[in-house]
């Protein structure tokens, strides 16, 4: 059973950074692309951050320059770092992965919420 577990949200001020943790089980890391995600009540999904199998990123306009993904393929793990919060970052966060695309398997998320 494929499994994704976020970590790292929290309640954070503006300007502030986070980095978010996605730790996969029951899955062939090595051979999934993976991504961050974040939803505001009301909003659609909004895609942020990817990182193919082979490691090539790509990001949205919204938080290019500020967010960073990152992977440790040993650890099943995919990390969001995230620089210079600022309100409208408040959301919940989710990673997914998938060996076709990187939205087969998803975690339950994790809230940030950044104060101004």
């Known amino acids: 059973q494929v499994q994704l577990v976020e970590s790292g949200g929290g309640l954070v001020q503006a300007g502030d950074a986070l980095r978010l943790s996605c730790t996969a089980s029951?899955?062939?890391?090595?051979?999934?692309?993976t991504a961050w995600h974040r939803q505001v009540p009301g909003k659609q999904r909004e895609l942020l951050a990817a990182?193919?199998?082979?490691?090539?990123?790509t990001y949205a306009d919204s938080v290019k320059g500020r967010f960073t993904i990152s992977r440790d393929n040993p650890k099943n793990t995919v990390y969001l770092q995230m620089n210079s919060l600022e309100p409208e970052d408040t959301a919940v966060y989710y990673c997914?992965?998938?060996?076709?695309?990187?939205?087969?398997?998803w975690g339950l998320g994790t809230q940030v919420t950044v104060s101004s």
């Open positions: 029951g899955i062939v890391f090595t051979m999934v692309h």
């Open positions: 997914a992965a998938g060996y076709f695309v990187a939205s087969e398997y």
């Open positions: 990182m193919s199998s082979t490691g090539r990123a």
